[in-house]
């Protein structure tokens, strides 16, 4: 079993920069791959960023490219998405996600590809 807990969420203007940190409870955070997704009002929940366990892959969407950038700390069970150049279009609440496996580089990008998610942290981008 996995807990995760997001913080870091928050107001910024556009164009300023947010980072999110998600802590991981329990022994499998080393062994878990990991994602960031998110939900705005009115919308499905979309992918944002995956890092493979061993933290050695990366992915992100394509509205994201360039500007987030995810990573992660085994030693302190935590997972990152440094944001830059935020936009109202990011304003969002933003979801990580844990998914075990035994290949250290592998990372997930759909939804139904993590089993514990944590309760989400909400962003806003005011223009």
């Known amino acids: 079993q996995v807990q995760l807990i997001e913080s870091g969420g928050g107001l910024v203007q556009a164009g300023g920069s947010l980072r999110l940190s998600c802590t991981a409870s329990?022994?499998?955070?080393?062994?878990?791959?990991m994602g960031w997704f998110r939900q705005a009002p009115g919308k499905e929940r979309e992918f944002v960023a995956a890092?493979?366990?061993?933290?050695?892959?990366?992915y992100y969407a394509d509205s994201v490219k360039g500007r987030f950038t995810i990573s992660r700390d085994n030693a302190k069970n935590t997972v990152y998405l440094q944001m830059y150049s935020l936009k109202p279009e990011d304003t969002a609440v933003y979801y990580c996600?844990?998914?075990?496996?035994?290949?250290?580089?592998?990372?997930?990008?759909?939804?139904?590809?993590?089993?514990?998610w944590g309760q989400g942290t909400q962003v806003t981008v005011s223009s």
């Open positions: 329990g022994r499998t955070f080393s062994s878990s791959a």
């Open positions: 996600a844990a998914r075990p496996t035994v290949n250290s580089g592998i990372y997930y990008y759909k939804i139904l590809g993590y089993d514990y």
């Open positions: 890092i493979s366990r061993s933290g050695g892959s990366t």
